[in-house]
């Protein structure tokens, strides 16, 4: 750890750690679970005891009236990289009554099986669809939740990639299109439920194909690839339109880096690995203030309203932020290659999405902050939050990429045959 740059850090972290509040709710496991009492049953719900006033903004010079509810990294860049939070007031999110009724259908079912460091073994039996661990006792059944998050079943973003310069901006910037069945089995909102029998049948839990739409050089590149229940890396293919030719591939080894960002390929959402990777110890409940109602602007030609590309250091996001219980996380990697040492998991307790992460180099200091914005659902008793931008911020290289989606869809129902070979080769032309 080097003392002169990160102990105010570590210093400020054991300090919001030691103050979290523990909340713990009352068993009630015969209790139906229903969308009024999602909250409750479960996770938690957040502390009110520190004011907010919807509309307000945070900065450096007031930054000390929300210390209690902010991570040290996040209060760290609105003193130093002039980080600006718009707040409004907490309001519960609910997955949809698809992801419910499947919570309740097969609630105590889940076991957890010890790998160890095994970690190409499933971790996990007994899962079918829904949530699997209400209540969360301890950091694997954290992680396992997160793994089978309500996420809807499938989706379809059209997405900005900008390469940022703290000093001097956008260096670079692509436009891809991301289209997925991220539930090929565990559905819970669309026919069949809950599982599409051909993806069953190969033990495949995802699948997704993603292609470049400019700038005209890159145009037509493309992967498509699948995610097996067996925590391996992803497989898949690659569309080379200089050779017109489809090359199997290996996607997302542990480590590798995404499109040569500042992303991991399990930076994605937060984290894109399996739970059998990775040590996950629960550290703590907390309040933060979170972007999970992000207020986006779903706009192509006008990223500045989603980040302050114009103003220095040009990554920061214009998110709207809100208190939310949180399940603070350490993650420590089982295999000694991986270029984290160690990360920090901001779980909403609701949701269990990681709008923020804190991730460390080999030294123990901070290295990397991700945060993943949604947009509200615009209907949840059928479908999530929508996914409003994303941003990982590399502060030892004073470097950043930003994802500012324009088009984000979710439960489209899309065809099966999209997945395909043809398809890839068909899209890249």
Request: cysteine-free.
């Amino acid at each position: 750890m080097n003392p002169r740059n990160q102990s105010f850090l570590l210093a400020g972290l054991l300090a919001f750690v030691m103050a979290g509040t523990f909340l713990a709710a009352p068993a009630r496991a015969a209790e139906e679970i229903t969308s009024d009492n999602w909250t409750e049953m479960v996770s938690f719900k957040p502390d009110m005891s520190v004011k907010i006033k919807p509309g307000k903004k945070i900065t450096k010079k007031n930054v000390a009236e929300v210390e209690a509810l902010l991570p040290p990294s996040l209060k760290m860049q609105i003193e130093k990289y002039n980080m600006t939070l718009k707040l409004v007031e907490y309001q519960p999110i609910h997955p949809s009554s698809g992801y419910i009724d499947a919570t309740n259908k097969y609630r105590g079912q889940p076991r957890i099986k010890d790998v160890g460091k095994d970690y190409r073994k499933v971790g996990i039996t007994g899962y079918v669809a829904g949530l699997p661990f209400p209540q969360p006792k301890n950091g694997l059944e954290v992680a396992w939740n997160y793994q089978y998050a309500y996420n809807g079943d499938d989706g379809d973003n059209y997405y900005n990639v900008f390469w940022i310069s703290g000093a001097s901006g956008i260096e670079h910037k692509e436009e891809w299109r991301w289209a997925y069945i991220i539930r090929t089995i565990n559905r819970t909102d669309i026919e069949p439920i809950p599982a599409i029998e051909e993806f069953k049948k190969k033990g495949l839990q995802y699948t997704s194909i993603t292609y470049a739409l400019a700038p005209y050089d890159k145009k037509g590149f493309g992967a498509l690839y699948s995610r097996a229940v067996e925590p391996k890396d992803q497989q898949g293919h690659i569309y080379v339109p200089a050779m017109r030719r489809v090359l199997r591939n290996t996607f997302g080894t542990r480590g590798d880096t995404w499109n040569s960002t500042d992303y991991l390929y399990e930076d994605i959402r937060g984290y894109m690995g399996y739970p059998e990777w990775m040590n996950w110890k629960l550290v703590g409940k907390k309040t933060i203030v979170l972007p999970m109602r992000a207020g986006s602007v779903l706009d192509k030609k006008h990223p500045e309203k989603v980040f302050d590309i114009k103003k220095k250091p040009h990554w920061n996001p214009k998110f709207i932020w809100e208190r939310r219980p949180v399940y603070v996380v350490e993650v420590i990697p089982k295999f000694p290659d991986y270029p984290y040492s160690r990360q920090l998991f901001y779980i909403d307790a609701e949701t269990f999405q990681i709008p923020y992460k804190e991730a460390f180099d080999k030294k123990g200091d901070l290295w990397k902050v991700n945060i993943n914005g949604w947009n509200e659902s615009p209907d949840m008793d059928s479908m999530p939050g929508i996914m409003g931008g994303s941003v990982t911020i590399d502060f030892q290289a004073e470097h950043a990429t930003l994802i500012h989606f324009f088009k984000a869809l979710v439960n489209t129902d899309l065809d099966h045959k999209m997945f395909t070979l043809s398809s890839l080769r068909k899209r890249g032309k």
